[in-house]
């Protein structure tokens, strides 16, 4: 079993807060010393309560699953002998209510790798995409349906 981290901090500051007209903005702290500036969405919370250059959880959260199937893709890639110079992914996701809930409920991932050397086959990327997806650990964590588009 692994134990993972992360410290969420806001402070009020001179706000009165209990008429909700307060800052949305925090931040995330992790072990290695990264710090994020988040806030509430705007889609949730007006500006300029929310901060829109600050990433939000929903954003978060699909980038999340992309960065999981991205390494879990390079890692299978590169036991294979696939040589990847590049690999970027344009993931989309989709928050609606669903039995009454707002939930994310559908990600869409759209990687464009750049290979070096042998291009692999569709039907080996598509292999490789399928198996990488089985193997992420947050794709395995979550309800939401997560789709991969290959161009």
């Known amino acids: 079993m692994t134990t993972f981290s992360a410290e969420v901090a806001w402070e009020r500051g001179a706000a009165s807060f209990t008429d909700g007209r307060y800052s949305r903005g925090?931040?995330?702290?992790?072990?290695?010393?990264?710090?994020v500036a988040a806030s509430a969405s705007p889609h949730n919370v007006p500006l300029p309560y929310a901060l829109a250059e600050n990433v939000d959880?929903?954003?978060?959260?699909?980038?999340?699953?992309?960065?999981?199937?991205?390494?879990?893709?390079?890692?299978?890639?590169?036991?294979?002998?696939?040589?990847i110079d590049s690999y970027v992914d344009a993931a989309t996701g989709l928050m609606e209510t669903v039995q009454g809930r707002a939930m994310v409920s559908r990600v869409e991932l759209r990687p464009h790798v750049i290979y070096a050397g042998?291009?692999?086959?569709?039907?080996?990327?598509?292999?490789?995409?399928?198996?990488?997806?089985?193997?992420?650990?947050?794709?395995?964590?979550?309800?939401?349906?997560?789709?991969?588009r290959l161009d």
Do not use: Q
């Open 57 to 83: 959880p929903e954003e978060a959260y699909i980038a999340a699953l992309s960065s999981c199937h991205m390494l879990f893709y390079l890692w299978l890639a590169s036991r294979k002998g696939i040589m």
């Open 26 to 35: 925090h931040t995330w702290s992790f072990d290695g010393g990264a710090i």
């Open 118 to 148: 042998d291009i692999p086959s569709r039907e080996i990327e598509h292999k490789l995409h399928h198996e990488a997806h089985e193997l992420c650990f947050l794709a395995n964590s979550v309800r939401t349906e997560i789709t991969v």
